[in-house]
């Protein structure tokens, strides 16, 4: 199970990625953030060579879909993985492969994107973008808000886990 979620913050113009996942070295392969271009992720089958390919074609002036779309036509068995990414302009953009493992979701949210594979049920990217958008503070504060909905939807739906702080 992976879940994770890469939002901006219009004010700060900070931008920030929550990623869990019941693989103890997945996390630390899959977030990508690049200053002035913004952040990709990639996981499900991760190939860490993807997250800095889409901020590279990001940072050519290409918008997150077109990033993908780059980066997805040359990627070795792009159909295993998921891909997430919000960059300085356009919208968020989400890639899931047509053979990606279990349940697998994802959410579209004002600033943010949110995706999740191998999850308890479908609900889990939806409930992660709105804990982003109803949170105030700190993108920080919002990011661990979302992580939290997450699994509280996942709990709910036989997920279990707990975030420590």
Not at 24 to 37: L, Q
Not at 57 to 75: D, H, L, P, R
Not at 128 to 133: D, L, P, Q, T
Request: hydrophobic fraction near 45%.
């Amino acid at each position: 199970m992976t879940f994770s979620i890469a939002a901006h913050c219009t004010e700060s113009e900070e931008v920030g990625i929550v990623i869990a996942s019941s693989s103890i070295c997945v996390a630390s392969r899959c977030a990508f953030v690049r200053t002035g271009v913004r952040a990709a992720l990639t996981q499900n089958v991760t190939d860490p060579c993807l997250g800095p390919a889409v901020l590279d074609a990001m940072e050519q002036g290409n918008g997150a879909v077109n990033a993908f779309a780059k980066v997805i036509s040359t990627a070795h068995q792009s159909q295993w993985r998921q891909l997430l990414a919000i960059g300085r302009t356009g919208a968020g953009a989400i890639c899931s492969g047509e053979k990606m493992l279990g349940i697998h979701a994802e959410a579209y949210g004002k600033d943010c994107v949110a995706a999740g594979n191998l999850l308890s049920n479908e609900r889990v990217p939806g409930a992660m973008v709105s804990g982003f958008e109803q949170a105030w503070g700190p993108l920080a504060e919002k990011l661990l808000t979302a992580l939290e909905a997450a699994l509280d939807e996942g709990v709910k739906w036989g997920l279990y886990g707990r975030l420590v702080c």
